[in-house]
């Protein structure tokens, strides 16, 4: 967990290069006049949490396997935040999952960097549901069976990210009439990244 906070910090400074520039320019800042935070990844270190691999119980992939059943889609790759957002509003009856948002380092075979990407998921407890990413080795049965739901393989995956307030992510999703990034929200003005305090504390 150690390189997915190192990469964060990295993204960070390197905001700082082109922020002084923009200034020297008499430009506005890229995330707004008066952000709180250089960048998202400064956001997601300040307020963010691991997620690291844990089972779902019986009841907890039981419930998680009817959520997807209920909802008609194929969660393809490269639309995360549609995925998770979608799953969520269509599929969580019970209001059993949490959006979470942030950063996911991944790394196909184990001797290879491992890289740190925007991601959005969900969580039931504290226990990743990802619709969106596959795992190196599929489960033997049950819906998305090649999905991340719980467990992934040592080494495979490194989540890091902010529990979001499901009401605020609703209204945003209604607001601007899409699903999308709730930290990198260019279409509401960056309210996170401005103070905005609508996401979980970690716990």
Same mark, same amino acid.
């Given at each position: 967990?150690?390189?997915?906070?190192?990469s964060?910090?990295?993204?960070?400074?390197?905001? %700082?290069?082109?922020?002084?520039?923009?200034?020297a320019? /008499? %430009?506005?800042?890229?995330f /707004?006049? /008066?952000?709180?935070? =250089? *960048?998202?990844?400064?956001f997601?270190?300040?307020? /963010?949490?691991s997620?690291?691999?844990?089972?779902l119980?019986?009841?907890e992939?039981?419930y998680?396997s @009817? *959520?997807?059943?209920?909802?008609? #889609?194929? !969660?393809?790759?490269g639309n995360c935040? &549609?995925n998770s957002?979608?799953l969520? !509003?269509?599929?969580?009856?019970?209001?059993r999952?949490?959006? &979470?948002?942030?950063? *996911?380092?991944w790394a196909r075979?184990p001797?290879?960097p491992a890289?740190?990407?925007?991601?959005g $998921?969900?969580?039931?407890g504290? =226990?990743?549901?990802?619709?969106?990413w #596959?795992?190196s080795?599929?489960?033997?049965? +049950?819906p998305l069976?090649?999905r991340?739901l +719980?467990? $992934?393989s040592?080494?495979? !995956?490194?989540y !890091?990210?902010?529990?979001? @307030?499901?009401?605020y992510?609703?209204?945003? *999703? %209604?607001?601007?009439?899409n699903?999308g990034?709730?930290i @990198?929200?260019f279409?509401?003005?960056?309210? %996170?990244?401005?103070?905005?305090?609508? $996401?979980v504390?970690?716990?």
């Amino acid at each position: 967990m150690e390189d997915i906070r190192r990469s964060l910090e990295i993204d960070v400074a390197q905001e %700082l290069g082109p922020a002084a520039q923009l200034q020297a320019l /008499g %430009l506005p800042p890229r995330f /707004g006049v /008066g952000a709180t935070y =250089k *960048c998202p990844a400064e956001f997601v270190l300040r307020h /963010g949490t691991s997620y690291g691999p844990s089972e779902l119980t019986s009841d907890e992939m039981a419930y998680v396997s @009817d *959520c997807i059943k209920r909802t008609p #889609r194929r !969660f393809p790759m490269g639309n995360c935040y &549609v995925n998770s957002q979608w799953l969520l !509003f269509e599929g969580d009856s019970e209001h059993r999952l949490s959006y &979470v948002e942030g950063y *996911c380092a991944w790394a196909r075979q184990p001797e290879s960097p491992a890289w740190a990407a925007p991601h959005g $998921w969900l969580v039931v407890g504290t =226990k990743v549901v990802d619709v969106t990413w #596959r795992v190196s080795k599929p489960r033997r049965s +049950g819906p998305l069976r090649n999905r991340v739901l +719980g467990t $992934w393989s040592p080494g495979e !995956f490194d989540y !890091f990210g902010v529990r979001m @307030d499901t009401d605020y992510v609703l209204n945003r *999703c %209604l607001d601007r009439e899409n699903y999308g990034t709730m930290i @990198d929200d260019f279409q509401g003005g960056w309210p %996170l990244l401005h103070g905005e305090q609508r $996401w979980v504390p970690a716990r």
